[in-house]
């Protein structure tokens, strides 16, 4: 019997290796169910920061409002405010086209807004003044986030003025003449299509 002690098992090792493996094994099964008790606590401890900062996020947000609002006021006395910001910028400067420069004299205020649960989602707002391109003078598109991972989109339909549309991404000139999206980098483009839902 002795002898038999000393020899392989099937697996190739010894009896007293089996052993130390299973131990081994053992060992490490219990660290790592530790271990992830020890994340689930953390994971825990991170949600209710997360709920903290966006409770502060949101009585700050409150807080702000009134500034952003005095802001917006000022802007609105600054010719072509939001257009100067628009040509300063280096990769909006180059998207900006003739036509562009035309309408973008118009918008007044730009409003990024956060639902009161910030992680829900944000509405982005254009206020343009009256002008001779579309009728509305306040675009708007919301995005909010669902818990099942989805995204919901809406905004305002524009309603472009006789002869002032860019359906379909194509603008007409004035000589009747159609320009394709890709032959004009337009932000105006980008950003009416970014109106529609």
Known sequence: MGADKGKKQKSGQTEEEN???EHVD???VISIEKLQEIQDELEKINEEASEKVLEVEQKYNEIRKPVYDKRNDLIK???DFWLTAFLSHPVLSELLTEEDQKIFKYLNILE???FKDVKSGYSITFNFK??????DTKLTKTVTFLEEGTTTITATSIKWKEGMGIPNGVA???KG?????SEERSILLYCFNF???
């Open 26 to 28: 053992g060992d490490l």
């Open 195 to 197: 109106f529609r839902p």
């Open 77 to 79: 006395s600054i010719p």
């Open 130 to 135: 009256s002008n001779p391109y579309f009728q």
């Open 112 to 114: 990024v807004e956060d």
């Open 19 to 21: 052993n130390g493996a």
């Open 172 to 174: 007409e000139d004035k």
């Open 177 to 181: 003449n159609k320009r394709s999206h």
